[in-house]
């Protein structure tokens, strides 16, 4: 079980560096809003919500969370 865990958080991570533009330095409240939306539907599209258990689920916004911190360092 913990493989298929860390199979999906890769799978995800890579939804999160290759599949989703990044916003502008001073975006928008709606272009926030529809990032953020853009953001649920990769997750949801890229795993099973309803089989998904909530460790896994919590590793996949991690990744998507991640990610603009390595960027500042």
């Known amino acids: ?3 298929k865990v860390i199979f999906r958080f890769q799978d995800v991570l890579g939804i999160v560096n290759d599949g989703v533009s990044e916003l502008a330095v001073k975006a928008s409240e709606a272009q926030i809003v529809n990032k953020e939306r853009e ?3 990769l ?3 890229s795993n099973n919500l309803s089989n998904m258990k ?3 689920l919590q590793a996949s916004l991690e ?3 991640m990610r603009p911190k390595q960027r500042t360092s």
């Open 63 to 65: 990744a998507r969370e």
């Open 43 to 45: 997750l949801e599209e």
């Open 1 to 3: 079980a913990q493989m």
């Open 39 to 41: 953001m649920a539907k």
């Open 54 to 56: 909530l460790e896994e």
